[in-house]
């Protein structure tokens, strides 16, 4: 596939579905696009929104891995589809994309890393609390409860992962 591929979608229209495995790059040409998780559930949560001149669908395209959110348009968006085929001549004709994907990895490798050490903490704590027979605090709680939601979005795809789907 050439890397001038354009489409459009119409406002409300589904780009891709999570869990969907596609191995292509979305540059936004205009208009704006919405990545949610659990899309049309009672869980539905709204991870990103993102306009013209950003990209998304880039960790799929490296890893070669289902998508983890879905994609909706906002509003009538044009996209650019970067293939794996295309990826090459996509960054020689947009070389900065590759800086913003690296930047984009390394502060999501930052927020990982700060949630880990905040889940370690906190059950440092609860440890501690258990021992010596203290009672665990509303703030130390409610942390868990946040920690153990964000543990349980990302151990979904894990287990994909692992299991093959």
Request: include cysteine.
């Given at each position: 596939m050439d890397n001038?591929?354009?489409?459009?979608?119409?406002?409300?229209e589904v780009i891709y579905r999570?869990?969907?495995?596609?191995?292509?790059?979305?540059?936004?040409?205009?208009?704006?696009v919405a990545l949610y998780q659990n899309y049309g559930t009672k869980d539905e949560t709204l991870v990103k929104e993102l306009n013209a001149?950003?990209?998304f669908g880039e960790i799929e395209l490296i890893e070669a891995r289902p998508?983890?959110?879905?994609?909706?348009?906002l509003e009538k968006t044009e996209v650019k589809v970067i293939t794996a085929e295309s990826f090459g001549a996509y960054f020689q004709e947009k070389p900065a994309v590759v800086m913003s994907i690296?930047?984009?990895?390394?502060?999501?490798i930052?927020?990982?890393?700060?949630?880990?050490?905040?889940?370690?903490?906190?059950?440092?704590?609860?440890?501690?609390?258990?021992?010596t027979g203290r009672e665990k605090s509303d703030e130390l709680e409610q942390k868990r409860k946040e920690l153990t939601?964000?543990?349980?979005?990302?151990?979904?795809?894990?287990?994909k992962d692992r299991n093959g789907k």
């Open positions: 001038r591929v354009e489409r459009t979608y119409k406002k409300g999570q869990n969907d495995y596609e191995t292509c790059l979305y540059d936004i040409l205009y208009g704006s001149d950003s990209y998508r983890t959110t879905t994609a909706v348009a690296m930047q984009q990895m390394s502060a999501r930052r927020e990982l890393t700060r949630l880990y050490q905040e889940a370690c903490r906190v059950t440092a704590e609860s440890v501690e609390a258990e021992k939601a964000i543990y349980h979005s990302y151990s979904l795809f894990s287990d």
